[in-house]
């Protein structure tokens, strides 16, 4: 038995030397391992699917490596859009001049909108050849012939206004640059009726006295036009 051990010395003691060897390999490799960090992993080795969710900060990514279908709703606020890359808000199209427009009083047809107001907290005005008197636009000039009072009264309506009451048409012919019609104008305001389709009409003169005449008498008229906004 003595000389069969020492015949296998020689092969036991490279036995255990191998063995040591093997297992000291072992315990450096999991050093190693341990030690390993991001910048010992090859650029483009690690597939997605292999990184454990949220391990990858979203300021380590390159922009546009995600596609913004792969996003889960609400990861990226207002704070993460750079606004140079978005284009005009198709709402905003006329916006660029809003500022140098803060004071513009706007209008139906405003190209010839004169003597702009504010109603009601909107922008509104009157119409070219009118004038703003007692909240409506008037008509600077009476009608070009004389008609009968509801002739002049279905013209108005036409227009989308009316026959004037009678004192104020009579305050209109005290206004600076306002002349009525010689033999006066019709108003809206009915002081006598005296039968079917028989009455007399409230008539301004120009010095602004009021009378009356029959409805089918001719006489000129001017309209007054509500605001347009």
């Known amino acids: 038995m003595g000389r069969g ?19 000291g390999g072992t315990v450096y490799a999991e050093k190693k391992a341990k030690k390993m960090d991001g910048k010992a992993i090859r650029v483009k080795s690690l597939p997605g699917n292999r990184l454990a969710l949220k391990s990858v900060p979203g300021n ?84 070009p012939a004389p008609v009968t009072a509801p002739a002049a009264a279905v013209a108005c309506a036409n227009q989308g206004g009316e026959l004037p009451d009678a004192l104020t048409l009579a305050a209109l012919a005290q206004q600076p640059g306002i002349a009525l019609a010689a033999d006066g104008e019709w108003t809206g305001d009915i002081p006598v009726v005296s039968g079917l389709n028989i009455y007399a009409v409230a008539t301004v003169s120009p010095a602004g006295a009021i009378s009356s005449d029959l409805a089918a008498g001719p006489k000129k008229y001017r309209c007054v036009i509500p605001l347009v906004s």
Do not use: Y
Not at 81 to 86: A, I
């Open 60 to 143: 380590r990514l390159k922009p546009g490596t995600v596609p913004a279908d792969r996003l889960a709703p609400g990861t990226i606020s207002g704070a993460h859009v750079e606004v140079s890359t978005l284009g005009q808000v198709p709402s905003a199209v006329h916006a660029d001049s809003a500022d140098s427009a803060r004071d513009a009083q706007t209008a139906l047809h405003a190209v010839n909108a004169i003597d702009a107001q504010k109603v009601n907290g909107r922008s509104a005005g009157c119409r070219g050849e009118t004038r703003f008197f007692a909240g409506g636009c008037w008509q600077e000039e009476p009608s």
């Open 5 to 23: 051990l020492r015949r296998q010395a020689p092969a036991l003691t490279v036995a255990c030397v191998a063995l040591v060897a093997a297992l």
